[in-house]
């Protein structure tokens, strides 16, 4: 047991789009990770996929909705099965929850990061 702090954490990664695993939580990885730019759409068939915005702010698109703009402070969560594409116009700061070896890049052709521990 110990505290974690995350703004120490992100102040380690200077890429984007690679989430680091900052904490263990049942069987899921607690992660950090910074966002510039847009994520090909996905979708994950098994797992819903949690977002929470720390610093900045990001857009969801979500297949055949309009796009939702997520804030610091506010979380957003893309049910199972849902097609969507994360994206943010300035550098936002996200912590992401997901199962242990659930690729981040789900359905979609990119190579899936590789969530090293920090």
């Not at 995350?6 to 200077?14: R, T, V």
């Not at 695993?21 to 990770?33: G, L, P, S």
């Amino acid at each position: 047991m110990k505290t974690i702090n995350l703004n120490d954490k992100l102040a380690q990664i200077s890429t984007h789009w690679d989430p680091h695993v900052v904490a263990d939580y049942n069987d899921n990885d607690i992660m950090v990770v910074k966002f510039k730019g847009e994520f090909p759409f996905h979708k994950h068939d098994t797992t819903d996929d949690f977002f929470y915005v720390l610093e900045g702010e990001m857009i969801m698109d979500i297949d055949g909705q309009p796009s939702k703009t997520v804030k610091a402070g506010e979380m957003f969560i893309v049910p199972k099965g849902v097609v969507h594409r994360p994206r943010a116009e300035q550098e936002v700061k996200v912590l992401l929850i997901e199962p242990k070896g659930e690729p981040n890049s789900g359905d979609a052709d990119r190579e899936p990061a590789p969530k090293p521990r920090i």
